[in-house]
């Protein structure tokens, strides 16, 4: 496991490029047969992937970093499939994961583990995992049953859908809020207006992107933007302090996942478009 320690709003204006992206960017993510997991001192949040391909994955708890007898001791997790169909096991139950099926397991869930249906179109399993106070019921939501909504428009670049998986009055949590954005053809702009939220931190995690492309994604002080370009399969992190937004060069996907002081989606302190630079 990988452990990640983000500098304060002084110490980032310094930063180059390379320690910019080793920062905040996620790169090492969907391995094949392996489970790359990054800690995150902001909110410990931990994320990471699971491709099963010739075997089943376990996940296991990392000793030094998290002090755990099992990964979900004092966690929640947060599961998205983004690759073909395959099954996660929680506790001896096994839930047959469809591509952007998404599945929350509680605290205190022991044996969890990871399997495609089939190795040539394995599973691509993406998760983000927050510590948690009590324990909720292992749920799974299917994309039919998040709740959806439509923002944007196809002139201003961001047409696009929310689907919210895994939040209050759908899948109790202690924390944790994840769902899925999907941007139409021709639009690019995502989070638009920009916005931070000072109650939590957030993770996003770029897919759908074809090789030759790529999204600017933006954070730091408005008045004091930086960017950190993306490509597929890829997830950047965002502190409480750092705005955050991106486009890219074509249309794509997201998930993002957040966790903190509170639950409410549209928590969120928008930052006015004439005040970036």
């Known amino acids: 496991m990988e452990v990640r320690y983000s500098p304060d709003k002084e110490g980032f204006k310094k930063l180059t490029t390379e320690q910019l992206r080793k920062s905040f960017l996620i790169e090492s993510l969907f391995v094949k047969n392996k489970i790359p997991m990054v800690y995150s001192d902001v909110d410990r949040s931990i994320t990471g992937s699971a491709v099963p391909v010739s075997k089943t994955l376990k996940l296991t708890a990392s000793k030094k970093e ?65 510590p948690a106070h009590t324990s909720y019921p292992t749920k799974q939501i299917k994309l039919e049953d998040a709740e959806s909504v439509q923002l944007g428009s196809i002139s201003d670049s961001n047409k696009r859908t929310i689907h919210k998986y895994i939040l209050p009055g759908k899948v109790e949590t202690c924390q944790l809020v994840m769902g899925l954005t999907i941007l139409e053809e021709g639009s690019v702009w995502n989070t638009m207006p920009a916005h931070t939220h000072q109650r939590r931190s957030e993770v996003y995690m770029y897919f759908n992107l074809r090789k030759d492309s790529i999204v600017v994604h933006l954070l730091g002080e408005a008045d004091e933007t930086r960017h950190v370009i993306i490509r597929d399969k890829q997830a950047v992190l965002s502190t409480s302090w750092s705005m955050h937004a991106g486009a890219g060069t074509q249309n794509y996907s997201f998930i993002w996942a957040m966790g903190g002081e509170n639950q409410a989606f549209d928590d969120m302190d928008w930052v006015p478009m004439e005040k970036l630079k």
């Open 66 to 130: 998290m002090a755990a007898a099992y990964f979900a001791e004092r966690r929640e997790i947060g599961i998205i499939n983004v690759g073909g169909k395959g099954t996660i096991t929680v506790n001896k139950k096994n839930y047959v994961m469809n591509n952007i099926d998404a599945l929350y397991v509680g605290r205190g869930s022991k044996n969890i583990s990871f399997k495609s249906a089939n190795s040539k179109k394995p599973a691509m399993f993406y998760f983000v995992s927050y």
